[in-house]
């Protein structure tokens, strides 16, 4: 049978081997005469005082990739010789295996598909290589070893989570004689768990109002904008519909609603997903107002002088005005041609003392 030392590739007694001229050994009487006919020729070595031999593959025989057989004959120092030849056989393959493939697995491809960058930091690596061969993964200087299956496919979860960064990856397989095929082409692996950045607020000029801040609007179709990642794409939800718009390359991003909005408080979400398929989200709402405010005016009880308190006739010469609307609201009020603001109060009502004489009438 072949030693040890020739039965090269994972298993040192299955016979097969990738040395062109292995070494044959074996056990039998001491000092007995073996003859080993090999490839037509006969070959003779005399085992030695405890009964072991060795004969090697002589070098000036070509052998081709695939089984040899040989055969055994023993005649011990007496003269004896044995009833019927052995008959052994090897496989020799000197033939490396086809480099392996390699790629993330689509269970780990975040984000955008075949790009090799994720964020999860234990991926799993997966490809194709000879069957039953072993298969040797570096990684960042670490080695992992596996066997492909029967079918040629092997899968690798990495143990031990990856910090952000590029790995080099790379990938030779073994076959069971013990050839190395080439290093499959490296792939570069990328672990990036960062979280994108997104904000998003109402423009100024379309916050009409009292204050240009609120989320307060006239505005049925408003402008929305904000900031993300440069050259994504921008998920706007608001009433239950997805909008949709993609950041320039520093990241700005605007949307003006195409549907006008009827008057109700919506609350809205922002969403970015960058390359990796991490998101991030943002929200806020908006109260769209397009109904003018009711308003009354009168003057007030205590400046309407004489017999009917809500006839408007005075003879107070700076009388009161008083009136009630929505609560907070801006109040303009013309008098004589002159315009005057005050603002409502909590409840809604509000004042106005006239502040120069009137004439009589």
């Known amino acids: 049978m072949l030693s040890t030392e020739s039965d090269t590739g994972s298993s040192n007694t299955d016979g097969v081997t990738n040395n062109p001229h292995p070494l044959l050994t074996g056990t039998t009487k001491p000092l007995a005469i073996i003859t080993v006919t090999f490839a037509g020729k006969?070959?003779?070595?005399?085992?030695?005082?405890?009964?072991?031999?060795?004969?090697?593959?002589?070098?000036?025989?070509?052998?081709?990739?695939?089984?040899?057989?040989?055969?055994?004959?023993?005649?011990d120092a007496a003269g004896n010789s044995a009833s019927s030849p052995l008959e052994g056989r090897f496989t020799l393959d000197t033939t490396p295996p086809s480099p392996p493939t390699v790629y993330l697995d689509a269970s780990s491809?975040?984000?955008?598909?075949?790009?090799?960058?994720?964020?999860?930091?234990?991926?799993?690596?997966?490809?194709?290589?000879?069957?039953?061969?072993?298969?040797?993964?570096?990684?960042?200087?670490?080695?992992?070893?596996?066997?492909?299956?029967?079918?040629?496919?092997?899968?690798?979860?990495?143990?031990?989570?990856?910090?952000?960064?590029?790995?080099d990856v790379t990938v030779v397989a073994k076959d069971n004689a013990g050839n190395m095929s080439e290093t499959a082409g490296n792939m570069t692996l990328v672990i990036d768990t960062s979280i994108p950045e997104i904000t998003v607020s109402l423009r100024e000029s379309d916050d009409s109002g009292v204050s240009n801040s609120d989320g307060i609007t006239r505005v049925t179709q408003p402008t929305f904008y904000g900031t993300a990642t440069p050259n994504s794409t921008v998920m706007f939800t608001i009433n239950n519909v997805e909008y949709h718009v993609v950041t320039d390359t520093d990241g700005n991003w605007s949307l003006t609603l195409p549907d006008a909005l009827a008057d109700e408080t919506y609350e809205y979400t922002v969403t970015v997903k960058n390359t990796v398929g991490t998101s991030a989200t943002a929200s806020g709402s908006i109260t769209v107002d397009t109904t003018p405010p009711s308003s009354d005016a009168s003057l007030d009880e205590a400046s309407d002088s004489g017999q009917n308190s809500q006839d408007n006739i005075t003879n107070v010469i700076r009388p009161i005005i008083t009136g009630t609307t929505e609560p907070e609201a801006d109040i303009e009020i013309i008098f004589n041609g002159v315009s005057h603001t005050l603002k409502a109060g909590t409840d809604g009502s509000w004042h106005y003392a006239i502040s120069s004489d009137l004439l009589m009438l």
């Not at 070959?43 to 055969?71: C, I």
């Not at 991926?123 to 194709?128: A, Q, V």
Request: glycine share 8%.
């Open 42 to 75: 006969s070959f003779s070595v005399q085992a030695d005082e405890n009964g072991l031999w060795a004969w090697k593959v002589p070098e000036d025989l070509v052998l081709d990739d695939g089984e040899h057989v040989y055969t055994l004959s023993v005649k």
């Open 109 to 167: 491809d975040s984000g955008d598909s075949g790009d090799n960058i994720t964020y999860i930091t234990t991926p799993t690596l997966s490809g194709k290589s000879e069957p039953h061969s072993e298969v040797l993964i570096t990684i960042d200087g670490h080695v992992y070893s596996l066997q492909a299956d029967e079918n040629g496919d092997w899968q690798l979860t990495l143990d031990t989570p990856l910090a952000d960064g590029h790995y």
